[in-house]
């Protein structure tokens, strides 16, 4: 017997077979529920339940807490339906979202941007259209089953001039993924990729400002969100805050300077929280969700687009509502979680 999972305020709805989790009933029928990890260990998935009785997995305290459990919220990733169940998630977009497709690609290009960085270019079927909003992911397919997710970086109107994917990769050493990336992978290596998939793009019916939150190659859907509003002549003010330990971590900082000619809009405040005598860095630094609250007491009127590492994401959601008066519903965020992260 299956359940009736509806999520509100969209009023999506679907079936989840018993033992089956949320998440994966959600993803199996195109319903873009948030998640990052998987795993129960990042929180990305939370939501709340508005009714009906969930049953969780395994699952660190980090990710949910006893107290936010007996609150009624719920890791979609790790919780099984008992019952028919309402949810709450402010990011799971209304009918008729773009398809999820599954379909190869051809490595077109790498480039190495810093030193555990790579910008690959992925060529797709030429015969076949591939619609995303600027923000959202694909999944790598891997042979023995596993997954990779990794943010497009290009706007969706670039697929004008060929269907292509610009994809940004970090090297996680011992990873089984990305060591072949900055390993023996050349172009025109075929992979397998499934998407778009992810909540996290520009509410264009908003006019609030925007702060947009970058650490790492949390920058790639950012940079993606940002050529979109470019192309679309949407001039939200908005302040992109990138992190990284040191200056070179800033891989297409030179990028973001020539668009800041273009765009009259945009500020961008680098920060950098661990360089050395030799980056004769002059910039902010420290930590980079800090600096927003520096620059921003009350957010209470903006928009925040968060993308990076989960300790960052997860701790400007919690600064900024507390400390700055941000609502909740104005935070929007993809957290990266590795496989070492999981662990």
């Known amino acids: 017997m299956s359940f009736s999972i509806t999520v509100e305020p969209s009023g999506r709805s679907f079936s989840a077979q018993p033992g089956e989790t949320l998440l994966a009933?959600?993803?199996r029928q195109g319903i873009g529920l948030p998640y990052g990890c998987k795993d129960g260990a990042c929180g990305s998935c939370k939501c709340r339940k508005l009714s009906g009785t969930v049953e969780h997995g395994p699952h660190q305290s980090k990710a949910l807490s006893a107290d936010e459990e007996a609150a009624g919220f719920?890791?979609?990733?790790?919780?099984v339906a008992q019952s028919d169940v309402v949810?709450?998630?402010?990011?799971?977009?209304?009918?008729g979202a773009f398809p999820i497709k599954k379909m190869p690609v051809r490595v077109s290009s790498l480039e190495r941007v810093s030193h555990d960085v790579m910008v690959m270019g992925l060529q797709l079927p030429a015969a076949d259209?591939?619609?995303y909003h600027a923000g959202q992911y694909v999944e790598f397919l891997l042979r023995d089953g596993d997954r990779r997710s990794y943010s497009m970086a290009n706007a969706p109107h670039t697929q004008a001039a060929g269907p292509r994917i610009e994809l940004h990769l970090r090297h996680m050493p011992g990873g089984k993924f990305t060591d072949h990336v900055f390993g023996p992978m050349k172009e025109k290596e075929i992979l397998r990729i499934e998407g778009p998939y992810g909540s996290f793009y520009l509410r264009e019916e908003s006019a609030k400002p925007i702060v947009f939150l970058a650490s790492g190659t949390g920058f790639a859907p950012i940079k993606a969100i940002i050529e979109h509003m470019r192309f679309k002549g949407l001039e939200r003010p908005a302040t992109l805050y990138w992190g990284g330990r040191r200056p070179a971590d800033l891989y297409q900082d030179g990028w973001i300077r020539e668009q800041m000619s273009h765009l009259?809009?945009?500020?961008?405040?680098?920060?950098?929280?661990?360089?050395?005598?030799?980056d004769a860095w002059t910039g902010r630094t420290g930590f980079v969700h800090q600096a927003v609250l520096q620059d921003f007491p009350d957010l209470s009127g903006h928009e925040v687009y968060a993308c990076g590492a989960p300790i960052v994401i997860e701790s400007?959601?919690?600064?900024?509502?507390?400390?700055?008066?941000?609502?909740e519903e104005a935070f929007f965020a993809d957290s990266f979680t590795s496989a070492a992260d999981k662990q």
């Open 264 to 278: 009259p809009w945009l500020q961008y405040v680098p920060v950098v929280s661990d360089a050395l005598p030799e």
């Open 129 to 131: 259209t591939f619609q």
């Open 25 to 27: 009933a959600g993803i």
């Open 87 to 95: 949810l709450e998630s402010r990011q799971v977009t209304e009918a």
């Open 74 to 79: 719920v890791l979609t990733c790790c919780g």
């Open 316 to 327: 400007a959601r919690r600064d900024y509502v507390a400390q700055a008066s941000l609502p």
